[in-house]
């Protein structure tokens, strides 16, 4: 017997049993599917978490920019793939959101500090351009400042400081670089700054709120969210609170809807569903970029020409795929589009911290039911042992790949020559060297975390699984609805 049909045997068992002889509860439970005339039944208990799940993962994806020949298909698919991900792991579709906002602050930082706007651009970079630059710019500095005088007398001119919302729309691949002579790709924050910096572009001159209008999301949407997602923490705080049954598919959910609310938070700037990005313009050709951009640029790119400022890494489609002998996509060069699996570069800061916390936390929320009733004994020690198991493996991800990513960006080395060699930048930068050249992925990361991750993986499915097949015999209280009447005072 396959194990598919063991377990539709043994979630149907309970009701063919509860059709021939009733519902049993002789022990406290009710088995099988209970209508709700007298209380809630099992259908509000599904209805009620199902829609709640959809909510928190399909509806708050905020995925990045699609290629322009991509249908609506490819789209769907893409969605679809992000949703079963934010499923199974939760957590690690938080981790892309912080990191993402992280990112996003880190390009506001940086055009701020140079203070980068429309009227200061060219002034900023005269000194970078040759004689033959200046006279091929010059009609397009004219025209803006043409542009600037008349918005000025119309009393049209608008804020385009560069904000948070520009540095999401930028790095979920919002801007198009089409250079004279060259196919068009996109481009992230970091290189949209190194060509504004040189010259080569001008500043994107973008108010935020029409960055937003290309954001599909709307009011209905969000509001559905928010007041379902609340809605059904007021209903378990309920439950609680006058001690009835809650049962492992409503703790499940919970556990998604705190992290929903978090990516909330982190995503609150970044548009949903944009499909037509900016085209920035050029009139130089990628190959006078390259050469101009020096020894930098003169190895052959994977990505896209910009490698040489941003190489996108690490990312699972691109790189790690790759590496491990797995299809890579997508497989046009230059990227058509921007990955959404970009591993988040979030630092030793208060952003980390914060993550792995709620991470342990979110984990740890499994323990919750440790001492539920559940249909067997056999099923509530799985549960116990996949609960442990997560957590375990999550803190032994979140501690290698800290380890690891300080030697990607060269952090632990910095720190031991600001520490122990008098901050030497000669020692530093050939530290650096050393960095650029070392592998992406070390033997050791993949002996360690091949088993941590089968581990995780089959443990996180078993409680995604057990959660549903607990609903065929479930505590008879966990059917009584919560007396909201017992909460107003009574003189």
């Known amino acids: 017997m396959s194990f598919v049909s063991g377990l539709l045997l043994l979630f149907l068992t309970p009701f063919v049993a509860a059709a021939d002889g009733g519902n049993d509860t002789s022990h406290g439970r009710r088995d099988g599917w209970v209508s709700q005339p007298d209380g809630r039944g099992t259908f509000d208990i599904l209805w009620s978490c199902l829609i709640t799940i959809f909510l928190c993962t399909w509806v708050s994806l905020h995925l990045n920019v699609p290629a322009s020949h991509e249908k609506y298909r490819h789209l769907f698919f893409r969605k679809m793939r992000w949703m079963v991900q934010a499923i199974m792991a939760p957590e690690f579709v938080l981790a892309f959101a912080i990191g993402q906002k992280v990112e996003a602050k880190k390009s506001v930082q940086q055009f701020r500090d140079l203070d980068l706007h429309p009227e200061h651009t ?190 996108q890494s690490p990312s699972w489609l691109t790189e790690v795929q790759p590496h491990l002998r797995f299809r890579a996509g997508p497989t046009m060069r230059p990227l058509p589009r921007l990955t959404n699996d970009r591993f988040p570069v979030i630092g030793a800061g208060p952003d980390a911290i914060f993550l792995f916390l709620f991470t342990m936390a979110f984990c740890g929320l499994h323990f919750v039911a440790w001492d539920f009733s559940f249909p067997s004994h056999l099923e509530r020690d799985l549960w116990r042992a996949a609960s442990i198991a997560i957590s375990a493996c999550a803190f032994i991800f979140w501690v290698c790949e800290t380890y690891q990513d300080g030697h990607r960006l060269g952090r632990w080395e910095r720190w031991y020559a600001k520490l122990f060699h008098g901050d030497s930048n000669g020692r530093i930068n050939t530290m650096e060297k050393v960095r650029r050249n070392r592998r992406f992925i070390p033997v050791w990361e993949v002996i360690l975390m091949t088993p941590v991750t089968v581990v995780y993986t089959i443990a996180r499915t078993y409680i995604v699984v057990e959660v549903f097949l607990s609903q065929r015999s479930l505590p008879v209280g966990a059917f009584d609805t919560v007396q909201w009447s017992d909460f107003v005072p009574h003189f």
């Not at 608008?158 to 801007?175: E, L, P, Q, V």
């Not at 029409?210 to 705080?237: H, M, N, P, R, Y």
């Not at 990005?277 to 640029?297: D, F, H, N, Y």
């Open 122 to 311: 060219f002034r900023t970079v005269d000194s970078a351009l040759s004689q033959r630059s200046r006279l091929q710019d010059a009609g397009d500095r004219v025209s803006c400042l043409i542009r600037k005088i008349d918005m000025k007398l119309h009393g049209e001119e608008k804020d385009t400081r560069w904000s948070i919302r520009h540095a999401f729309y930028a790095n979920m691949g919002g801007f198009v670089f089409h250079a004279r002579q060259s196919a068009p790709f996109p481009i992230n924050g970091k290189q949209l700054y190194w060509l504004i910096k040189q010259g080569y572009v001008q500043y994107p001159n973008i108010p935020p709120k029409e960055v937003w209008d290309k954001s599909k999301a709307d009011g209905f949407q969000k509001s559905l969210t928010c007041l379902q997602t609340g809605w059904f923490i007021v209903q378990i705080v309920g439950r609680a609170i006058q001690k009835l049954p809650i049962t492992t598919l409503e703790i499940t959910t919970l556990s998604f809807v705190l992290c929903t609310l978090v990516m909330y938070t982190q995503w609150a700037n970044k548009p949903l569903d944009v499909e037509s990005p900016t085209v920035i313009t050029s009139s130089r050709s990628i190959a006078e970029i390259l050469i101009e951009a020096g020894p930098a640029a003169s190895q052959p790119f994977k990505q896209t020409p910009l490698d040489f400022i941003d190489n």
